[in-house]
């Protein structure tokens, strides 16, 4: 119930404080883009590393790896934000929330 329930809530009060200072603000708001193929397999294996603890988080060294690679060749990606704020001081603000799996 808890990895259910703390994202969720988690959600709705960012939402709440969010709507004070913002216009757009959406949970669960769909983005379509797109992306590079060869950034998004690059992207595809550093959420699977740091998923198996393979890696440790370096945003630093991941985001060179990402923008090191390119393939000339584009497809579409579609990413569900938790939290959409469309109108952040540096442009738009998304965030995909997540809670430890129970113990």
Known sequence: MGQQLVPELAKIIAEIIAE????????????????????????????????????????????????ATKSGRTKEVRVIADLFIGVFKAGSLFFEIKSPPPI
């Open 20 to 67: 004070d200072q913002y216009v757009e603000v959406h949970r669960d708001y769909e983005i379509v883009g797109q992306l590079d193929t060869a950034k998004v397999e690059v992207i595809d294996n550093i959420v699977n590393e740091l998923r198996m603890g393979r890696r440790k988080p370096n945003y630093q060294k991941e985001i060179q790896e990402i923008h």
